[in-house]
């Protein structure tokens, strides 16, 4: 089956102690991409990577780092975790990440994280 | 930068009638996607239906359809024959048709479908 796979799916840490969030993709997809959903706020873009080794920061990128050492996996890094970065987090892929007619982002199921 | 509002922070309807989700962008681009997606208690993120700005006939599927009003940023989405399964956050959704692959969301309407 098809499908992005993140883990954890919960997650309750402590301020600065270090965490990562793991994503893998089975569909061979070159585009991943990494969104936190706050409420009231919507879906932002922290980084996405269109490639193996090829990463760049979205939108709110500040106190996250990512890798993509594989093509299947993207997971997100949290070096000194804060309160603010308590949210829902939700990892995504595509085959080209380009907007093709017929292109289609997969979402996984998000990890909520609370950092107390 | 590309915004996207959903004016509508929670929207109730009955069950089997209509209702229509709005959403308006700004965009100086002229090629470009818009997306609805649907967001269940579950968190999982759905596609509802997807439009794309060159093309002038509104997107379809089964009971959702759009309203896309390409002069006037407009990107609503209707429901017909609600159903409790409707029940959900929607979120209304911009990509560049070129360059950046991002995302930008709406804020989300909650919406509730009563029986």
């Known amino acids: 089956e098809a499908q992005v796979t993140q883990n954890p799916r919960y997650l309750i840490t402590v301020t600065g102690k270090k965490l990562t969030v793991t994503c893998s993709q089975n569909m061979n997809h070159e585009y991943m991409s990494w969104y936190r959903q706050d409420p009231g706020l919507g879906l932002r873009q922290i980084y996405y990577s269109m490639n193996v080794e090829v990463t760049d920061k979205g939108d709110v990128p500040e106190g996250y780092k990512v890798s993509r050492k594989e093509k299947r996996n993207f997971p997100l890094i949290l070096e000194s975790p804060s309160p603010n970065q308590t949210s829902l987090y939700f990892c995504?892929?595509?085959?080209?990440?380009?907007?093709?007619?017929?292109?289609?982002?997969?979402f996984g199921s998000g990890t909520q994280l609370s950092v107390l | 930068a590309q915004t996207v509002t959903q004016s509508q922070p929670e929207m109730s309807v009955q069950e089997a009638e209509t209702v229509t989700l709005s959403c308006t962008y700004d965009t100086s681009e002229s090629d470009y996607y818009l997306f609805w997606y649907k967001q269940p208690p579950s968190r999982q993120m759905i596609l509802v239906i997807r439009q794309e700005a060159y093309k002038q006939q509104n997107a379809t599927e089964n009971r959702f359809s759009v309203n896309f009003q390409k002069a006037a940023k407009s990107f609503s989405l209707k429901i017909s024959d609600s159903q409790l399964g409707d029940a959900a956050m929607y979120f209304c959704?911009?990509?560049?048709?070129?360059?950046?692959?991002?995302?930008?969301f709406g804020k989300g309407t909650k919406l509730t479908v009563n029986p």
């Open positions: 959704a911009y990509r560049s048709f070129l360059g950046s692959e991002k995302l930008v």
């Open positions: 995504a892929s595509s085959l080209l990440g380009v907007g093709t007619v017929n292109e289609k982002l997969f």
